[in-house]
C-alpha cells in the first residue's frame, strides 16, 4: 500500500482556496489529489499529471467533474493547461522520486528487493529501457552518470565491472545488476561503512537518468512560477539532495531581488521593475517527523519547501 508522504503537511502548504485551480504535477496513487478535492468547493477544480500508466488508471477511478488527470511529465504542464484554456492557477504541488508501488513491483525494475526485468522506465508505453540502455553505453559515460547522479564513489569501478559482465552475458534483470554491483563495493568498502545496500546509489543513478528527472524539474520550477497567480503557492516535496539543491537555488533566486549594477542610470520605475520579488519563501524547508517515519521508513529523507508567488510582472 502506498503511504502518502508529508500528506497534511504538503495540503495544509497549498493554503487551498475553496474556488482555487490547483494542479497536483504528480498524481502517483491519489493521495494528495483525494485531500485536496476534499477542500475544495463547488467551482474548485484540480487538474493531476503523471507519467505512469498505472497511475493514470487509478487517477480515472476518480468520478468528479472538478478533477481531470493527464498522462504527461510536469514539464508540460503549462503547455497541456494552456490546450485546456487554463492560463493560470492558485497552487501546484510536486511530489518528486518514485513511489511505493513503483518500488514493490518487480516488473518495474526500479528495485532490487526481488527480481524483476531491468526496465526503470516511469512511462512504459515508451522509451529505453535500463537494460537496452546498459548494454550499449560506454564505460566512461556510465561511469559518469553512476558518480553524478547516484553520488556513488565507486561509480568507475561498477560501470568497469558492468561492462565486463556484458561481455559474456546481457544484464536483463535486476538482481543481476544488482549482484555485479555489490561484489564491487564490498570489496571497496570497510564493514562499518555498509549501512545500505550496495547497490543502492546505482540503482537510483540509472532511474534519475533514464527518466530525466532533474532536467525534468529544472524545465517545469519556472512553469509554476509563470503559472501561480499572486498569492498561490509552490511546494515541493525531492527524496534526492541533487532534487533539492535545484528547489533550493530556484526558490531563492526568484525570492531575491536582482542585483542591480552599480553606476548605471535607472529610473525608479526601471529599478522597482528590476528588483520586483516574484515569490517569497513560507517557513523553513520541512522534514517529516519521528512519527511519520516510524510508519513511512521511505518519508525520512523527504524535504518539503513551499515558495509563495507575489507578482505576476518580471
Given amino acids: 500500500m502506498h503511504v502518502t508522504v508529508l500528506l497534511h503537511e504538503a495540503v495544509d502548504a497549498l493554503a487551498i482556496k475553496p474556488d482555487g485551480v490547483y494542479v497536483d504535477g504528480t498524481f502517483g496513487r491519489g493521495g494528495h489529489s483525494r485531500l485536496i478535492l476534499s477542500r475544495l468547493g463547488s467551482n474548485g477544480r484540480l487538474i493531476a499529471f503523471d507519467k505512469d500508466l498505472a497511475a493514470i488508471e487509478a487517477g480515472r477511478t476518480i468520478e468528479d467533474e472538478r478533477f481531470c488527470i493527464k498522462h504527461a511529465g510536469f514539464s508540460q504542464m503549462q503547455q497541456m493547461l494552456q490546450a ?131 532536467e525534468e524539474l529544472s524545465l517545469v520550477l519556472p512553469q509554476c512560477l509563470a503559472l501561480l497567480n499572486p498569492g498561490g503557492r509552490l511546494v515541493v516535496i525531492s527524496f534526492h539532495s541533487l532534487e533539492d539543491r535545484i528547489v533550493k537555488r530556484f526558490m531563492r533566486a526568484a525570492a531575491n531581488p536582482d542585483e542591480l549594477p552599480r553606476g548605471v542610470p535607472l529610473r525608479e520605475k526601471e529599478i522597482q521593475r528590476l528588483s520586483k520579488q516574484k515569490i517569497k519563501l513560507i517557513g523553513r524547508a520541512k522534514r517529516s517527523d519521528e512519527k511519520e517515519v516510524a510508519i513511512n521508513i521511505r518519508s525520512r529523507s523527504a524535504v518539503m519547501r513551499i515558495a509563495e508567488r507575489i507578482s505576476l510582472n518580471g
Fill in 84 to 214: 485546456m484554456d487554463v492560463q493560470h492557477v492558485d497552487g501546484v504541488l510536486l511530489d518528486l522520486g518514485v513511489s511505493s508501488p513503483q518500488l514493490e513491483e518487480a516488473s518495474r525494475g526500479f528495485s532490487f528487493g526481488s527480481d524483476g526485468p531491468l526496465d526503470m522506465r516511469m512511462d512504459t508505453s515508451h522509451g529505453q529501457t535500463a537494460a537496452e540502455w546498459i548494454a550499449s553505453v560506454t564505460e566512461s559515460h556510465l561511469g559518469k552518470v553512476i558518480k553524478d547522479y547516484g553520488e556513488e564513489r565507486f561509480a568507475r569501478q561498477i560501470a568497469r565491472a558492468i561492462v565486463v559482465a556484458r561481455t559474456r552475458l546481457p544484464i536483463v534483470t535486476t538482481l543481476q545488476l544488482a549482484e555485479i554491483i555489490s561484489s564491487v563495493v564490498r570489496s571497496h568498502q570497510r564493514k562499518r561503512e555498509n549501512k545500505q545496500n550496495p547497490a543502492t546509489r546505482t540503482f537510483q543513478a540509472l532511474r534519475i537518468y533514464l527518466n530525466q528527472e532533474l
